[in-house]
């Protein structure tokens, strides 16, 4: 199910997330910036939340805590972005019904006007054909990208999320060398996990 919310259109950072859902009715919830959303404020099968493509900038499940952003580090959204909506794609344990009690999970997020001297982003790295052999006891799965833009990268936060499927993901800078930024159980509270601050 989707929510979506048209942004003020002036600057605004976004620098709180705070999910308003319990991990007994959902399986995790997704942040979108949209450049245009439906015109309807919910609606089911959201597969594609963004008229136009999306860009996820929030990701929650087993009822991990709230995350704020370190000092001076936020999202920028509304006048001079592309981020116009704020769309909630919300993934449920079970299917909803008719007869499904009422859900009032959602998101709370802390905006402000104030400038923040870092604009924050999400990189997104998956693995999405894999196979795994029947009872096997241990896969390895490796997935990859390379930045070529010219804004100085300082990696804060990773994220791990593998449904039950594994209890250990890692991500390391490889740069002649390898070096383990982060490590992290998808098994345990799933926000934007601190690691590092470059």
Request: net charge positive; proline share 6%.
């Amino acid at each position: 199910m989707c929510y979506a919310w048209r942004v003020p259109s002036i600057e605004l950072y976004i620098v709180k997330f705070e999910a308003l859902a319990s991990a007994n009715n959902v399986h995790h919830l997704l942040v979108f910036g949209c450049t245009s959303a439906e015109d309807s404020m919910y609606w089911r099968s959201c597969h594609n939340p963004c008229e136009d493509g999306e860009t996820v900038i929030f990701a929650w499940a087993q009822n991990a805590p709230a995350l704020l952003l370190p000092p001076h580090v936020g999202f920028k959204v509304g006048k001079n972005t592309t981020v116009k909506y704020i769309v909630l794609q919300l993934h449920y344990r079970m299917p909803m019904t008719s007869s499904a009690p009422v859900d009032h999970s959602g998101i709370q997020l802390t905006l402000t006007p104030v400038r923040q001297r870092y604009v924050a982003g999400i990189y997104i790295l998956l693995v999405n054909k894999m196979r795994i052999p029947a009872y096997a006891k241990q896969v390895h799965a490796d997935t990859s990208c390379t930045y070529n833009g010219k804004a100085k990268l300082y990696p804060f936060a990773f994220r791990t999320h593998a449904h039950s499927l594994c209890n250990v993901i890692s991500g390391y800078q490889v740069n002649g060398s390898w070096h383990l930024m982060a490590k992290g159980n998808p098994q345990w509270p799933q926000v934007n996990l601190r690691c590092l601050i470059f």
